[in-house]
Each structure stands twice: as structure tokens, then as C-alpha cells.
């Protein structure tokens, strides 16, 4: 199933996509649980989950439907507690990075087994019908494309052989990056420089993350082309891994890190990125 969050006037809506149609699904949502503070360190929709499906399924075509290309998309998940966020994990993403100096600035690039993985800021996180804004006109802005998953149940010391079971589904994820000295947190996480979509893809639908191809183009230039199978830590790995340092709960997110081919973008760019079994989406840039 393919769920995404979408803009209607004021209003954000849930919405099954079916051959460019969406569904709205919305009521559904009443089901869920309600919280007073202290709120939860999930997110509520991705953690019932496994309970919505199934009302959605039984909503679609008997409420509101629009075409996709006339919605306005958000990012699929709204409350994602951490964005785990996975360096270098291409080889030759790590070549690349090593003989660039306008990527590295003289430090050191290091494996990701050596330095781990990172955190990014939950406010840099956006949908594709929001422009990406760039406001250190004075630096590089890079895209970096990515497989990004999305837990849908908690997680603690999770063994490979186990990870898959606790990913409720995958979407395109973009780590936009200003390139500099300073730490890759801080580098990563201006606002809009997460994009998620355009949709949720449950993990029964996708399959086997290690086997998809992708791609990114600017303004209509390949920029990016690679198979998840090149990923030096895989999704279950990193998964493990992940889980090691920090309880992974419903609707966290991982990006799993970006091939060779990252590049520059300024205002007036437009990306166009797509990953096999997921689907394709354009991400404008503008000036902040």
C-alpha cells in the first residue's frame, strides 16, 4: 500500500495512492488512540499501523479521491522522533567524498564503521511539494539521494537476521547537505533539508530493500544512479547497528546513505529523483 499526507486548503489529510488516484482516508484516524502530555516518543499512525491498513483498504473508493498531480504532497510521516542518518555508506560515495576537497575540507573521511551513524534535526524535515531554501548562499549545497526507511515497531538491539520485521515501509529521501568544516548534524539539518516522499510504501508491497535501483537528475541531468546492493552497511546492518545506541520507535527514520554523483544545487534547480518500487517525485530549490 502507498500512503501518503497531503494538502487540502488548511487541512492535513491521509490518503491511499492507487494508479495517480488518491484516496482520502482520513477518517480512519479517528481510531487512533488520544494522547495528553507528556506525548509519546512515536509516531501514532505509523505505530497503528498494522490495525489502519485495513480500514483503509475498506475506505477506498467510497469517500473523496483526487488526482495526485493536483495535491500538494507532505512528508509521509508527520511526528518521526529521531532521523537516523547513515554517512558514507557507498563506496564509492567514500572515494568520491576522500578526493574532493570541496566535500571533505581537508578533515579526514572515514569509513561508516568507523565513525557511525548521525543524528538530524526533526525540523529540517519536509514533503516534495515544499521547496527546498537555501540560505548560506556563501557555501555548496549538495543533494545527496537516498533509500529511506521508517520503523513501525520499537527496536533495541535488534539482530540483523530480525531488522526487516520492524520496518513498516519505505519512501525517497533526500539529505541535503551544505558542505563545510563543521559537523555533519549541524550541516544537515537546516530547515528543508530533509525531503521525504512522496509516499509510504509498507514493507509488504517493496519487498527486498537491497536489490532497487535509483536515480537523481537537475534539471534534467543524471547526477546520481545506483543499486541499493552497493550499500556497504545494508538496510538490516544498519538497522542492527542503529539499534545498539538508540531504541528505534514507531515512524523513526533511517536514511541510509547516498551513492557517488553528489553535486551543487542553487535556486532556479529542479530535482527529480525515483526509486524502483517506490515511485519518482520533483523537489524544487529556491532561495531562503
Known sequence: MRICRFRLGTEDRVGVVVDGVVHDVTPALDSLPSYRYPLPHFDPLIAALPMLVGKFRAMLGNGPSFPLEELALLAPIANPGKIVAAPVNYRKHLAEAQADAAIHFNTQIKQIHEIGVFLKANSSLIGPSDPVRLAHHDRRNDHEMELALVIGKEASNVAAADALSHVAGYCIGLDMTIRGPEERSLRKSADTFTVMGPWLVTADELGDPGQLDFDLSVNGALRQKANTRDLVLSVPT??????????????????????????PVVPGDVMTCGIEGIGRMTVQVIAA
Do not use: M
Open 238 to 263: 544498519l538497522i542492527e547497528y542503529a539499534s545498539r545506541f538508540y531504541t528505534l520507535h514507531p515512524g523513526d527514520v533511517i536514511l541510509t546513505g547516498t551513492p557517488e554523483g553528489v553535486g
